[in-house]
């Protein structure tokens, strides 16, 4: 990782959705902030790991990073070129150096189409597969390096194990020497014996490549053995901001603390030192986030301030950030 060599900026991205009423005179009743003022950088040869619950807007994030969703307002940067106002054209030589790689390795490739098509349909599609043998070679030379056989590029994706088929999905995010790869949730409908090959795989693969991850996941397990840094998501906000060591050893947020109070630790040592806050409630909606502090509804150590008074993002000494008063306010 080179810490002064950013991937990807991103500046207080908004992405917010009209709720619409009315058959014949829509008129807008509300807005869903599903992104509301999210700022990180990703270094190259970086993973960040994007964690939160269900809803809290991290996978909207990714879809919005890779210009799949309309930005209501912010910036995003990629190798140094803005590229909030593109459109699809503008997109297209992008897209070969940002890919997305799936959560439901059954739903995101066609069930028609033979492996090798999968795989090598974005080289069709960026007009870069000129030439049958040349083509042939590349599927083959991906599908090996995501360790699947070269002579299964002829099967159809019901042949294959959830595992295998996550190893596909990869194989054509790779396609077009993608430097950045977005991946949501991309192992977690696989059985826990299968995550920790994929993640592997990740790992080997982006030491091999250089490539640089955002990795979304809704709890802290998974992200931890991959991740070089964590920005935790409440409710449309990044809360806390930190690397992988600052974070498992010593969360600041309360938020963050339930969140890995809910993953078993195989030290006991540690699991008897991070004490426990259970999180309970639900994610209140993004269509009416609570004033004050977002998180003030299910925080165990609330204070009257919290009702009133949205905590900013502070840097503190140590190079992590954290949203809350009880740090810095
Ligand atoms: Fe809890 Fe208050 Fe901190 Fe929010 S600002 S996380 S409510 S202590």
Redesign the pocket.
């Known amino acids: 990782m080179t810490a002064s060599d950013p991937v990807l900026r991103v500046r207080d991205l908004k992405v917010h959705f009209p709720i619409t009423s009315g058959i014949l005179a829509r008129r807008q009743v509300g807005t869903v902030k599903a992104v509301d003022g999210v700022s990180f950088t990703v270094n190259r040869g970086e993973t960040l790991g994007l964690v939160g619950e269900s809803g809290c807007g991290k996978s909207t994030t990714g879809l919005a990073v890779l210009r799949m969703l309309d930005i209501t307002s912010g910036t995003v940067e990629f190798e140094g070129e803005d590229i909030t106002g593109y459109d699809r054209g503008r997109m297209r030589p992008i897209r070969r150096r940002m890919q997305m790689v799936y959560q439901d390795p059954y739903g995101s490739l066609n069930p028609r189409m033979k492996v090798a098509d999968i795989v090598g349909e974005p080289l069709v599609v960026h007009g870069l597969a000129t030439d049958r043998d040349k083509y042939r070679a590349r599927v083959a030379d991906l599908l090996r390096m995501v360790g699947l056989l070269p002579d299964m590029a002829e099967r159809y994706p019901h042949e294959f194990s959830g595992g295998q088929r996550q190893r596909i999905g990869i194989a054509r995010a790779l396609a077009l020497d993608a430097t950045l790869l977005i991946c949501d949730e991309p192992v977690s409908a696989l059985d826990v014996s299968i995550q920790a090959q994929v993640v592997n795989l990740f790992m080997e693969l982006q030491e091999r490549l250089g490539l640089t991850y955002i990795f979304i996941a809704h709890d802290l397990s998974v992200v931890r053995h991959i991740s070089d840094r964590i920005a935790v998501m409440y409710l449309g906000r990044i809360v806390e901001i930190a690397t992988r060591d600052q974070l498992y050893k010593d969360p600041l947020?309360?938020?963050t603390k339930a969140l890995l109070a809910a993953v078993p630790i195989a030290d006991p040592e540690l699991e008897a030192a991070r004490g426990q806050q259970i999180i309970s409630g639900e994610i209140p909606s993004a269509l009416r986030p609570p004033p004050g502090?977002r998180?003030?509804t299910r925080?165990p150590?609330?204070?009257a301030v919290?009702k009133s008074i949205d905590?900013p993002m502070r840097d503190m000494p140590d190079g992590r950030a954290v949203a809350?008063?009880?740090h810095g306010g």
Request: proline share 13%.
């Open positions: 947020h309360p938020y502090c998180f003030h925080c150590v609330a204070m919290c905590p809350c008063h009880l």
